[in-house]
C-alpha cells in the first residue's frame, strides 16, 4: 500500500485525504476551519493544515503530496521569508480600480493574449498594484510573490522564516503549477513564462516568483517525500473528477463556474472566459457568475420552503414555468459584466403567477445564467459534449432534472465529494510512482 495525501486549501476550510495509490481508496480524512475574511494572515491556513493533517491522523506513513488550493490570492513575502501584510484574498475587492488602470495601459486584447486574462479585482496582477499605490512601503519590501498553495507547499517542505522553518527562507524554493500560475494575470499560457514586464508595472518593482513545475515533476520536502505542483482549486477538481476534453464542469456553490478540459488555450478579449491552464498539460477557459445557489435559497425563502419542497414545486410546473421568467441578478453579476444590475421577475400574469411557476424560474434563472457560460466557451470553440455537476446547488433534485433542458447537452452528476482534494491525491499519486 502506497499512500499519499491530497489537500484542498479552500476559502473556508482546508481538507485533507490520505489516499491509497494502488486501489484508489481514500483511507482517512482531516478538515480544520479558516478565518473569515477577504483579507487573512497566512499563517491561519498554515494552523488549519497542521491540525487537518493531525486529525487525519498524520502523514509519517505517507510517500508523496501535493496541494490544491484557492486561487489568486496574494501572498507577499519580504527578503527573510516573512508576510509583508495579510493575503488579499479572491474575493477582496479593493483593487477593482487597479485592474482598469492596468487594461487602460496595456489594452484588454493584449493582456487576454499575454496572459489569457483580461484584469478584474480577482486576479493576483491588480493586488500588486493595489499594494504599490496604496502601501508603498509595504510594496517596496517585497522581495516574493507568492499564491496560497505555493506558499504552504513552500512551508510544509520545511522553508520560511529562520526562526520558524529547519530550511530557512530560501525564495527560490517556491514552485507553484501552471492551473495557479495563470490566474496571477502575469504568466503566459503560451510559452509558460512570466510576464515580467507587467509584474513590474504591478508591483512597481521585478521579485522572486514561484518556479512552475511541470505536471510530471516533483520537488521534495525535509523528509524527502516527493512533493506535486499542486493546483489551483477548480483545476484540482478536474482532475479529482477525472475530466478530459469534452467534458465541462458545471459547480452550483453560492457562486457558480463553467470551465472545460480543452486541448488549446483560448483567448477573450472581453474577459467573459478567463483562460486558465489545467494541471495536466491542457488549458481550463472558465466562465464566473455570482448568483447562483443563492438563487434558490432566496425562492424558497420567499415561499417558505425547504430545498425539497422547493423541487416539488418546481417539478409541478411545466418546461419555461407559464411564462414566468426570472433574471436572477439579486446582487449584479460578473458574466454578463452588469455589477450594479439587479433581479427582475417578468411574465406575470394572474394564471403564471403561482408557487409553482415561480420555484420553476428560480431553477430554470439560476441555470440560464449558467447556460450562458456555456455559451460562452462555445463561442470560443471550446467543445462541449456532457456537463458535470457538481456543488451544493447540484443536490438539488429539480436543478438534476431540469439541466438537461437548460443546458442544451447530457449531465452527469458525481456524488459529493473532495474532488479537489482527490485531485491533489491524485497528482501527488503520480509523482509517487515515477
Known sequence: MTLVMGVDSSTQSCKVVIFDSESGEVVRKGRASHADGTSVHPGVWLAALR?????????????????????????????DGRIVRDALLWNDTRSADAAQDLIAEFGAEALARRTGLVPVASFTITKLRWLRDHEPENAARVAAVALPHDWLTWRMRGYGPADESPLGPVLEEL?????????????????????????VAALGHDAVLPRVLAPDEFVLDEADRRVGGGAGDN???????????????????????????????TIDPTGTVAGFADCTGRFLPLVATINAARVLTTIAGILGVDQDELSRLALAAPPGAGGLTLVPYFQGERTPNL???????????????????????????????????????????????????????????????????????????????????LGAARQAAAVAAD
Open 235 to 265: 483545476a484540482g477538481a478536474a482532475l479529482g473528477l477525472g475530466a478530459g476534453p469534452g467534458d465541462v464542469i458545471v459547480s452550483i456553490g453560492t457562486s457558480g463556474t463553467v470551465f472545460a478540459v480543452s486541448e488549446t488555450r
Open 175 to 199: 514552485v507553484t503549477d501552471r492551473s495557479d500560475a495563470s490566474g496571477t494575470g502575469y504568466w503566459d499560457p503560451e510559452t509558460g513564462a512570466y510576464d515580467r514586464e507587467l509584474l
Open 339 to 421: 455589477p450594479d444590475a439587479t433581479a427582475s421577475l417578468t411574465g406575470m400574469t394572474l394564471a403564471s403567477t403561482k408557487r409553482e411557476n415561480l420555484a420553476r424560474a428560480a431553477v430554470e434563472g439560476m441555470l440560464s445564467g449558467l447556460a450562458a457560460g456555456l455559451d460562452a466557451l462555445r463561442e470560443l470553440g471550446v467543445p462541449l459534449e456532457r456537463a458535470l455537476l457538481i456543488g451544493g446547488g447540484a443536490q438539488s433534485i429539480a436543478v438534476r432534472a431540469i439541466a438537461p433542458l437548460v443546458l442544451g447537452i447530457p449531465v452527469v452528476v458525481p456524488a459529493p465529494d473532495e474532488y479537489v482534494a
Open 51 to 79: 491540525t487537518a493533517i493531525a486529525s487525519a491522523g498524520g502523514i509519517e506513513d505517507v510517500s508523496a503530496w501535493a496541494i490544491g488550493g484557492q486561487q489568486h490570492g496574494m501572498v507577499a513575502l519580504d527578503a
